[in-house]
């Protein structure tokens, strides 16, 4: 069964850093691209960052971008959303997402930033 349970959420003030973690099981890791959403107060749930199954292609919302970096851990089965210069309207939920047959999300990690 495939499952994903991310972490690393938290408070954090503008201009701050944090590092999410999306833990994936019950699928073959290294050949399915994954990527990351979030999801604030009142607003559509939004694409932030893509990565290819090989983990050479990246993509990121403008408004992320330059400032958030996916990446993935083969090793420990492990995609990361580093997030650096944090602004309160990056505040949202965020959500771990793949495709296997279906569509899988994992149940989200808030982040707030605010002072």
């Known amino acids: 069964q495939v499952q994903l349970v991310e972490s690393g959420g938290g408070l954090v003030q503008p201009g701050g850093s944090l590092r999410l973690s999306c833990s994936a099981s019950?699928?073959?890791?290294?050949?399915?691209?994954m990527s990351w959403y979030r999801q604030a107060p009142g607003k559509e749930r939004e694409l932030v960052a893509r990565?290819?199954?090989?983990?050479?292609?990246?993509n990121y919302a403008d408004s992320v971008k330059g400032r958030f970096t996916i990446s993935r851990d083969y090793d420990k089965n492990t995609m990361y959303l580093q997030m650096n210069s944090l602004k309160p309207e990056d505040t949202a939920v965020y959500y771990c997402?793949?495709?296997?047959?279906?569509?899988?999300w994992g149940r989200g990690t808030q982040v707030t930033v605010s002072s």
């Open positions: 990565i290819s199954y090989h983990g050479r292609q990246r």
């Open positions: 997402w793949v495709f296997v047959g279906v569509d899988y």
């Open positions: 019950g699928f073959s890791f290294s050949t399915y691209a």
